[in-house]
């Protein structure tokens, strides 16, 4: 993380932060948002601005190993961190069994919250490979959906439960 900085509002900082695997150096203000630091600036367009404020979690990436509502964090405090982001997940053209299960679950409408979802649930289960239903739904409950209901955000979880289990078993 940074140290504290002594600049004024209007002077940049270079900050240096690995996204998915690549090392990425920019100048920015000290003011800029994490989340409109890796649309606008690195063109991570799956990190989207729902409301600001952390409620809703449109924005979450896993930063350090640990999900974090991107609205709420300055991109300076993100500097020398490693951030993955929804690009991140696919590896050779192929999804990650979190998207295949959110695909194949049909877990999502218009879209919008599905990236956050998804990078929630990845963190999820690196903590706790196999959640009962009520860990999924609390460890899901800092994010927001306006379409689906949430039934089958909360199937989609339990198939790539499966499906990481039956990868897992193959390697």
């Not at 920019?26 to 990190?47: A, I, N, Q």
């Not at 990078?119 to 999924?136: D, G, K, Q």
């Not at 306006?146 to 990868?167: F, H, S």
Request: charged share 25%; glycine share 8%.
């Amino acid at each position: 993380m940074a140290a504290a900085l002594k600049v004024g509002p209007e002077e940049k900082v270079r900050i240096r932060i690995k996204v998915n695997g690549v090392w990425y150096e920019r100048e920015v203000e000290p003011r800029k948002l994490l989340v409109h630091f890796l649309r606008e600036d690195l063109g991570f367009t799956s990190v989207h601005v729902g409301c600001d404020t952390g409620h809703c979690g449109a924005c979450t990436v896993i930063m350090n190993g640990v999900s974090v509502k991107s609205c709420q964090v300055l991109a300076v405090q993100a500097d020398g961190a490693e951030i993955l982001t929804l690009e991140g997940l696919a590896k050779d053209g192929k999804l990650h069994p979190i998207q295949e299960a959110y695909w194949e679950k049909h877990a999502l409408q218009c879209g919008y919250c599905t990236p956050g979802f998804i990078m929630e649930t990845y963190y999820l289960l690196s903590e706790n490979p196999n959640p009962t239903e009520e860990e999924i739904r609390r460890g899901l409950s800092g994010n927001l959906c306006r379409c689906t209901g949430y039934q089958n955000i909360i199937e989609a979880v339990k198939l790539a439960i499966q499906k990481l289990k039956e990868l897992k078993a193959t390697q």
